[in-house]
């Protein structure tokens, strides 16, 4: 009999999410909008430590906002992170622009600084000055984010920070999120903490949190028919889902020090294991909040890939997966500009992604680690 599948990443409800509903319910409030809405976005700015927050049906929606508002338009440049999920540059193409990727360093496995001001200097030398820059928190790993936010005020661009995998992950102890010109944020199902789905973003002052909320409600003038002088979105959070987040803003800080602890297991497991290395802060100015944990396998030292590995764990039905496959290689980007080496790509050939939930039960873990124990020569 096939044991139950072990996920990568499953929601983890912890109970009263649902009096939130409730409420939601008994006070006909379920809109978009609302008081859980507002609620959530209290207490996630109260978490951030950062004030201006947006709440949003997704962190997709977050950035497509995010560019709109650092003034992107068709035909412009815009700096991205090729090592992401792929919604950080579809948005690019949403808007017409054009995606320049930028490899990572080996360190974070995020943003490389010094690809990143080489693609800067050639794309203004091809006479063309990016509009803005995507930086990503990849698997809540925080980016070198002195380094990329020195760059970009240097040469004045815009700076996104896609914290979507890095709610409660610190550089120097600020919050992920809140270091550029914007922040965004995702609670989808598989993130560590979930409005099932549902994003934030993360504004600088009142302003633009105010011009966000405008662009996610249709763009409606003030009038008392339907009056349009610009081109909007249907992207505000709803109070229902708003409430599941209210809920799981009460055991988030419980979530990253179980999302850590998994860290920590796994470091334990694999620590003399020859050719494989487990995905962990570079010096103490980094604290992930480790929302997936992952590792690399030299195959030549190891005796076999991390494919072998995938496979062996999915005979147990245990999930695990390879690492983003960097944007400049896949097909659909095939013909965007890209500044770097071969590090984004050396993650995905050797990268694995293992079961990180918060809902990992002992026997679980357990089972993770017969599969490995197996594995010893
Ligand atoms: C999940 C994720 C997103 C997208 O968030 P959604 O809420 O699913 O739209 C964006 N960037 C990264 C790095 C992500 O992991």
Redesign the pocket.
């Known amino acids: 009999m096939k044991l139950p599948k072990i996920f990568l990443s499953s929601p983890h409800l912890q109970g009263s999410e649902l009096s939130y509903i409730e409420k939601a319910i008994s006070d006909n409030c379920i809109a978009p909008g609302g008081k859980n809405t507002e609620y959530f976005e209290q207490e996630i700015e109260k978490f951030i430590n950062h004030q201006n927050i947006c709440a949003l049906n ?4 977050a ?1 497509h906002l995010s560019l709109i508002l650092s003034g992107v338009k068709a035909g412009d440049e815009v700096i991205c992170q090729t090592f ?2 792929v ?2 540059a579809n948005v690019i193409k949403y808007l017409g622009a054009i995606p320049i990727f930028v490899d990572s360093e080996k360190d974070t496995w995020n943003m490389c600084p010094v690809f990143l001001e080489n693609a800067i200097l050639d794309r203004i030398k091809l006479g063309k000055k990016p509009k803005a820059i995507i930086t ?1 928190h ?1 698997y809540g790993m925080p980016c070198d984010i002195d380094e990329i936010q020195k760059i970009a005020q240097k040469f004045e661009i815009p700076l996104i920070e ?1 914290a ?2 890095a709610l409660g992950s610190t550089y120097k102890n600020k919050k992920c999120g809140t270091f550029g010109d914007f922040g965004i944020l ?3 199902g598989n ?1 560590i903490i979930t409005t099932s ?3 934030a973003l993360v504004c600088k002052n009142n302003k633009q949190k105010e011009k966000a909320i405008f662009l996610a409600t249709q763009a409606r003038d003030d009038a008392p028919h339907y009056q349009h002088s610009e081109i909007g979105y249907n992207y505000r959070m709803s109070n229902i889902s708003a409430g599941i987040g209210c809920g799981q803003m009460e055991v988030l800080p419980q979530r990253i020090l179980q999302r850590r602890a998994n860290h920590d297991f796994y470091v334990d497991l694999f620590k003399d294991f020859a050719g494989i290395s487990v995905f962990s802060e570079p010096n103490e100015n980094f604290y992930s909040n480790h929302w997936l944990s992952a590792i690399l396998v030299d195959e030549s030292v190891a005796g076999f890939s991390r494919e072998d590995l995938r496979l062996k764990f999915l005979e147990d039905n245990i999930e695990s997966r390879p690492l983003w496959k960097p944007m400049h290689i896949q097909p659909v980007f095939a013909d965007a500009p890209y500044y770097g080496t071969d590090v984004a790509e050396n993650l995905f050939e050797n990268g694995l992604c293992l079961p990180s939930g918060s809902n990992l039960s002992i026997e679980d873990l357990d089972r993770i680690k017969k599969v490995v124990d197996n594995l010893r020569k």
């Open positions: 997704s962190g997709t929606a950035l992401t999920f919604a950080s990503v990849g896609d979507a995998d995702s609670f989808n993130k789905g549902g994003g």
